[in-house]
């Protein structure tokens, strides 16, 4: 899969995840990373990629020349056009569900705005999805488009060691995952919980599945609603967050 984020700040994507899972996933030539410099792109003698906003008000904003023809030049080299996120508080709040559906696309161009904004008429003939990474203001879309293509590339096959770990995760079914534990069974006098040392399969994917609902209902009880639960597991949810067992 190949990623081309659209930034004024390529070193940042580039440096920020040429690292850990990701970075080998790159190297193994499972992913494509490619960060393009919009200010390479401006017709300005000066290199000048912001304007004033018509109409006044605060700061610059990204003007759409530099804008388009940096998208341009990843649509002529791959021949066709592709899916562009825009990453903007004023999109939708990025899922598990739209991470699963970015990785099946073999091409993403993600922008990234800076100042504040983008001339809305480039937005409008380029960009297919406005996604948010959540209800607060960064100063520029480099990180969220960072957490995209971690949060994506993990969905693409190979990438991640044991692909099963990508569907027993939190959010899988809108779950959270249940507690793990490692050596020693006990630490600052906590035990492991006995049936973990058990080896009785059956019982500890029980305990788990509950543990994830409880453990759901406790702390994201907005996801729970819309998990899928059997009725015996709504009744371990009834039975309230003290009930840890
Ligand atoms: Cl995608 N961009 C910016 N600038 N701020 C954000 C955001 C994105 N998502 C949350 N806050």
């Not at 002529?76 to 699963?100: H, L, M, N, W």
């Not at 998990?227 to 949810?237: H, I, N, Q, R």
Request: hydrophobic share 35%.
């Amino acid at each position: 899969m190949n990623f081309y984020i659209l930034t004024l700040f390529p070193e940042m994507v580039v440096n920020g995840l040429n690292t850990s899972i990701i970075g080998r996933a790159a190297e193994a030539g499972l992913l494509r990373l490619e960060a393009i410099n919009i200010r390479d792109y401006s017709a300005n003698k000066h290199h000048k990629v912001d304007d004033y906003p018509y109409g006044g008000g605060a700061g610059m904003l990204m003007q759409a020349q530099p804008v388009y023809d940096a998208f341009q030049s990843v649509q002529e080299r791959i021949g066709k056009k592709p899916r562009c996120i825009y990453v903007t508080p004023q999109g939708r709040t990025f899922s598990q569900a739209d991470a699963k559906a970015f990785a099946k696309e073999e091409d993403l161009v993600i922008l990234c705005g800076h100042y504040e904004g983008i001339d809305e008429r480039v937005l409008e003939e380029v960009v297919t999805d406005y996604v948010s990474i959540g209800d607060y203001v960064l100063t520029g879309g480099e990180l969220p488009a960072m957490v995209l293509v971690d949060a994506v590339s993990r969905m693409v096959p190979g990438v991640l060691g044991n692909q099963e770990s990508g569907d027993f995760e939190s959010f899988e079914g809108n779950l959270l995952e249940y507690p793990q534990y490692s050596r020693p069974e006990e630490w600052h006098g906590k035990k492991v919980p006995e049936v973990l040392l058990s080896g009785h399969h059956k019982n500890i994917e029980m305990w788990r599945r509950k543990q994830s609902v409880l453990r759901t209902k406790e702390r994201r009880p907005d996801l729970l609603e819309k998990a899928e639960l059997t009725e015996e597991e709504k009744g371990w949810a009834e039975s309230g967050s003290h009930a840890k067992a």
